[in-house]
């Protein structure tokens, strides 16, 4: 049974990495402006959205725990000590 959900944790780890990719891309947005002639030169500007951010971050710190404890559950053969 621990192995069992040392793999599941792994699999949601992975899961959690996918949906912060997502949610990082859904936070950037480039914007192309043309060069204005004899103002200003064609520019690119960025805008990050804090909260797709902020979740894609926790996202990733989500998967990093369930990953270190996943792989925990797998390499280890004894049962923990109940007390």
């Known amino acids: 049974m621990r192995k069992f959900l040392g793999w599941a944790e792994t699999a949601v780890a992975l899961l959690a990495v996918i949906g912060a990719v997502a949610c990082w891309n859904a936070g950037v947005r480039t914007t192309e ?14 805008f990050y959205s804090g909260s797709w951010v902020a979740l894609g971050a926790l996202a990733v710190i989500v998967a ?8 925990r559950r797998v390499l280890t053969d004894r049962t923990p000590p109940t007390g």
């Open 64 to 71: 990093g725990l369930l990953l270190v404890d996943g792989v």
């Open 33 to 46: 402006f043309p060069a204005v002639p004899d103002v200003s030169p064609a520019y690119s500007g960025t």
